[in-house]
């Protein structure tokens, strides 16, 4: 009765250990095997996995084999006499040994392996990526472009109840363009605390630590969309913080560069437009939602007393200087960042605005993006 | 426990009446009983917090908590778990056993004893108290990496580090008393190549909980420098490196994770045996594989950073070096293997367990060993593969040992049998529940769920649901065990002096069922 | 193994000061290996590269002879500033072609953008790792307090070298600055 139970058991594991396995061809909604991914690296590491993954079931058959086997056959209740030997200096050397010959051939491919992950010279695009509490910092270092990447309102929004939102958590409001077939290489710090930047078909996950740069690779064979998140807890909004990563042919890298350019350049142009109370309320409304709600609330009733809520506080209801002096330069020791290092003119005049005027605050006055412009 | 009811306040023998029996108590018994509460009631504490992550991860978006409360719920569970129930129970059985294992009266520094237990409900109190503090309580992982752990971390964490000082001088004269007790109190012939295997595992242990437990005091006390004494360990703007934490913290932690492992592989080896009735097969290869497997693990500690940025060679040199350590440990698992082989063996509720123990711990060690092949590490790191992996060493492991342990030695402590039909019933429910918990968390591993998210994409949805699920039930059935627990303590069928056909070791030949208060006065012979 | 050490039959529970002596010799040192691992690490570094720190050397330890011509190796400098630290900080020069064993220089430029003085510091780090090894400044303005006026521009000189003995392998190096706030870390 018992062992029946028992090796129906790990029968069970087994069935489920094997289907993991064929399962991998089919794509399910839901995957049950490492991604094989996009790129000669990603590649190896998949095949790598299965080696080992492999060789892991072939020795569970045997010691789980021969546990069953005695479990059946070496039970009192069928009459089983114990034996009484007790060690065996030959069978010892031999478990030490075989398995010593085992691991050896685990490292050969694993050792290759490594070495090509690890080489990441004479890269075509070198993006730099920086993580910051709770987005990330694209800088392409040769075609001065540079942009920051956070979860998208979509996603935000959808927190409560996400049931058929698409990429729910896995789409951000800009994601990083790179050209297929060229070596990309990525250089990793961060601002505050420690982030992994961890893309599972790129099979790049590289800690991007603050003060140090990391550097790791990818040539993407694909065009297509792929995702990923942040792969360190790295605070409160951990798991708000995916990756997209956008392959595209080099024709339509170079275009995308070019407008690129030409937002950073209309916007900059923007700092010395005047804005109605009402486009900043409106503008601010939404750069409110994805640089601010995350620490302050949906309705800026904050968590205090880390988080202060913004409804009725003294800065976004007393002098419009001090509040504009907070948003731009953070305030240190806290988890308020310097956003004019983040977001422009106009997207700080306009959240400003926004909190003075909305959120439950009537304060009534607003600032132009020239103002903010004219502080930096 | 049961000599509770039965003291004698003429008896000298007998233990002191009340309360303060239990405050003041320097018999290694009574230690040993306060240990294993103490290590059950933070098993619940650990679990309802399990239970909340668990509840929170049932579906995709956020339900019941924030994200910063979640985060001070792993946080926090793993902290109870690792020192507050893994750790005291196996020094609540060293207590208990080893004493007896070895024929001494007690263990050898009895006040000191009593000292390094009552530190512990002090230091659990405090980490458990900053959870209704300003700020909230640490939110930053069991691991505590810098800087989120220093510069951006709450103020609750100077208690954190404080209630970690705590912990670790428990642990530290729990350790020196149980050397100095294997060392000294040996009865005559009791030589140390014929000491149980739990005794040997308990003095390897022992050694590294004085080695790395001191190295995790240093490492908060430089934290606790850096938050408060303008020091620049782990920040990088005042020079420091906030990647030599990681390094410091590993040294600690990949020992202390065979601390928690070692122990275990001596409750197994007494109990199969037992139960296969035959002689534990290659007992010198086992201490011999204990000792190197304990060695290895001072030098491994950089596989838990394979995505840091290190050198290659240096990343080569750990793979290599962690591989390795699947050697002794197959060692073990061949070992108990062929115990099993050739044997008698019928299962009782402790078998059981050590069954589980060996099919699921090696289940572990399998994704141990690809865990350790650093490129495919890449992919693995940080995700649930991760959680999986060491959920099967920890618990299935670990805490099965324990279970295993409980209903092994139970009779000969209180003198009553356990219920057997409720023993078996555990077993099936922990065991079914327990991977309906934890396997699936290895396909949303490998399908790309990074661990420690309150939240999670739609796709990790089916399987995030099986696991809550397993996790629910997993939890109910140690509430259960609980039931057992009482019961057994409180009555039921009387144990024989032996407890168990083909029991060895002086606890089973030596002793009466229930072990006298004061075992050994005088020391048994050893053949 | 101590075979010797079984105790006498009745007296066995005595431990005798020496060996508790020395059981908690083993706790407090490992304490003190613990702040110990600090400078071991360090120099761990220094001798693997590990963390990506760049070493310095004095400009007269420099042999310009054993300047290798018939290599050349890219250099990409990067700024950053971290933690809130409100300045513009960026390379003067982006790239640059360089023949290993010769000293070079580049300038970084940094200008306050805040109405206070503030005072950051930098750190460098180097990649790939190997590289820091052979990475080596005569003259850096990293690891010490830079005050800055309120919208003052500096630009701060490096003088660098690249032994000739990195790996044939390495055609690029990238150095990183990150300036740091470090008003915040007052006592």
Redesign the interface.
């Known amino acids: 009765m018992i062992f029946r139970r028992l090796s129906k058991h790990s029968y069970v594991l087994f069935t489920a250990l094997m289907s993991s396995l064929l399962a991998t061809t089919a794509q399910a909604d839901y995957e049950l095997n490492m991604t094989e991914g996009v790129t000669p690296i990603s590649q190896q590491i998949y095949d790598l996995h299965m080696i080992v993954l492999w060789i892991c079931v072939i020795i569970g058959i045997g010691v789980f084999g021969a546990m069953a086997y005695s479990i059946i056959y070496h039970r009192k209740s069928k009459g089983a006499k114990a034996a009484t030997f007790h060690e065996s200096t030959t069978i010892e050397i031999i478990w030490t040994l075989v398995p010593l010959a085992v691991l050896i051939a685990i490292a050969v491919p694993a050792t290759a392996t490594l070495l090509d992950l690890e080489d990441t010279s004479e890269a075509d695009v070198n993006i730099q990526v920086t993580g910051i509490q709770w987005k990330w910092r694209y800088k392409y270092l040769d075609e001065d472009v540079e942009f920051i990447s956070s979860l998208s309102e979509e996603s935000r929004n959808a927190i409560p109840d996400p049931t058929g939102v698409d990429n729910y958590l896995l789409d951000v409001d800009k994601p990083i363009v790179v050209p297929v077939n060229k070596k990309i290489r990525f250089l990793f710090t961060a601002d505050d605390v420690i982030h992994a930047w961890w893309v599972p078909e790129l099979a790049v996950k590289q800690d991007a630590v603050p003060g140090f740069i990391n550097d790791s690779w990818a040539t993407i064979e694909e065009p297509g969309i792929y995702r990923g998140q942040c792969a360190e807890l790295c605070g409160k909004d951990h798991g708000f913080m995916p990756i997209v990563v956008n392959a595209v042919s080099e024709p339509e890298y170079q275009e995308w560069l070019v407008a690129m350019r030409a937002e950073a350049a209309a916007v900059a142009a923007a700092a010395d437009q005047e804005f109605s109370m009402d486009e900043l309320v409106a503008k601010g409304e939404s750069v409110y939602a994805a640089n601010c709600s995350a620490c302050h609330g949906p309705t800026g009733a904050g968590v205090p007393p880390v988080f202060p809520a913004i409804t009725g506080s003294s800065v976004a209801t007393g002098d419009i200087g001090a509040h504009i002096d907070i948003i731009m330069n953070g305030k240190t020791g806290t988890a308020m960042q310097a956003f004019k290092t983040q977001i422009s003119d106009v997207d700080i005049a306009a959240v400003v605005t926004f909190q003075r005027n909305s959120l439950g605050n009537t304060v009534g006055d607003l600032v132009q993006p020239s103002t903010i412009k004219s502080l930096r | 426990m049961s000599t509770a009811t039965t003291h004698d306040e003429h008896h000298d023998h007998g233990p002191a009446s009340g309360l303060m029996r239990w405050v003041t108590t320097t018999n290694h018994k009574d230690i040993g009983t306060l240990y294993l509460w103490l290590s059950f009631i933070m098993l619940l504490t650990g679990g309802a917090m399990a239970m909340v992550i668990r509840a929170e991860l049932f579906q ?4 019941l908590v ?3 409360f979640f ?1 001070s719920m792993t946080t926090m569970h793993g902290l109870i778990m690792v020192f507050g129930a893994i750790m005291p129970a196996f020094v609540g059985l060293a207590n208990w056993l080893i004493p007896m294992m070895i024929g ?3 263990m ?2 009895p006040r000191m004893n009593n000292w390094s237990f009552w530190i512990l409900p002090f230091a659990f109190t405090m980490l458990a108290s900053t959870l209704l503090m ?3 309580a640490p ?3 069991w691991t505590f ?1 810098a ?2 752990s220093t ?2 971390a ?1 103020d609750s964490t100077d208690f954190f580090i404080f209630a970690v000082h705590l912990m670790g001088i428990s642990s ?1 004269m729990g350790a ?1 008393n149980i ?2 007790t294997i ?11 014929k000491m149980p295997l739990f005794v040997w595992t308990w003095l390897i242990t022992a ?1 590294l909980l ?10 908060v ?2 934290m606790l420098t850096d938050r ?3 020091t ?2 782990f ?5 420091g ?4 934490f990681q ?2 913290f590993w ?1 600690f932690g990949h020992p202390e994770v065979y601390i928690m492992i070692l122990p275990a592989f001596g409750i197994i080896s007494a109990i199969i045996p037992t139960f ?10 086992m201490v011999y594989a204990s000792a190197s497997i304990a060695i290895l693990s001072f030098m491994v500690w950089a596989h838990h950073m394979f ?10 040199y750990f ?2 070096a962690t ?2 350590i ?2 002794p440990t ?2 073990k ?2 070992n108990w ?11 009782e509720t402790p078998m ?1 367990w050590a ?1 589980g123990f ?2 699921m711990f ?2 572990g060690g ?1 994704s141990g ?2 865990l350790g ?4 590490d ?2 693995y ?3 649930y593969f991760v959680v999986a992996h060491f959920h099967y060493v920890l618990v299935t492991g670990a805490l099965y040992s324990i279970i295993a342990a409980f209903y092994y030695w139970v009779p000969k402590w209180t003198g009553n049998m356990y219920d057997e039909k409720l023993g078996k019933i555990h077993f ?1 429910w922990s ?2 529940s327990v ?1 309906l918990l934890f ?1 699936p968390q ?2 949303i591993g ?3 769920m ?1 661990r ?12 995030n649901m099986i696991s809550s699920i397993g996790g629910f039930a997993f939890g109910l059935a140690q509430v259960f065990f609980l039931y057992i627990v009482v019961k057994t303590i409180k009555g039921g069928e009387k144990a024989t002096d032996e407890v168990w056909e083909g029991a060895t070791g002086l606890e089973f030949e030596q002793l009466p069922s229930p072990a006298p208060y004061h075992s050994f006065n ?2 048994p012979e050893v053949k | 193994m101590s075979e010797n050490s079984v105790a006498n039959n009745n007296q066995q529970n005595k431990v005798s000061n020496k060996q508790l002596l020395k059981l908690v010799m083993i706790p407090v040192l490992m304490f003190g290996f613990g702040f110990a691992l600090v400078p071991l690490y360090d120099v761990f570094c220094e001798v693997t590269g590990l963390n990506g720190k760049t070493g310095r050397v004095e400009a007269s330890e420099i042999n310009q002879k054993q300047v290798d011509t018939s290599r050349t190796v890219k250099v990409k400098f990067i700024a950053n500033t971290g933690n809130g630290l409100p300045w513009r900080f960026e390379p003067v020069v982006t790239d640059m072609e360089i023949h290993p064993g010769e000293i070079y220089e580049a300038m970084y430029r940094v200008t306050s953008r805040t109405d206070k003085p503030s005072v950051g510091q930098a750190v460098p780090s180097v990649s790939p790792v190997p590289a820091s090894l052979h990475f080596n400044k005569t003259e850096c303005f990293c690891f010490l307090n830079q005050e800055l006026a309120p919208g003052e521009t500096r630009d701060m000189p490096i003088r660098f070298v690249i032994n000739h003995d990195l790996p044939e392998d390495i055609v690029e190096v990238t150095l990183s600055y990150t300036f740091f706030n470090i008003e915040q870390k007052q006592g």
């Open positions: 995709p978006g956020l339900q924030e994200p910063n985060n001494a009266p007690d050898a520094l300003e700020g909230g939110a930053f992982g990496y800087p989120l510069t951006y709450p530290v020196i050397i100095a060392l000294n109190m040996r009865a005559p012939g009791m030589t140390l190549m050694y004085i080695a790395v437990m001191p190295v995790l005091a240093g490492a006390t430089m408060h004494f303008g620049s360990f920040d990088a703007a005042g020079g490196d906030p990647v030599m390094h410091i040294f296969a009735r035959k002689p534990l097969f290659g007992y010198s290869s995505t840091t940025g290190m050198p290659v060679a240096g990343e080569l793979m290599y591989i390795l699947a050697v197959g060692v698992i061949f293997v062929s115990t099993m082989w050739k044997g008698s063996m019928t299962f059981l069954l060996v099919v090696t289940i399998f060993l690809m092949v650093a490129p495919v890449t992919q790191h940080d995700t099936w065991t079914i991977n396997f290895h396909f490998l399908a790309g990074p420690r998210i309150p939240d999670y994409a739609l796709q990790f949805a089916e399987f005088t020391a």
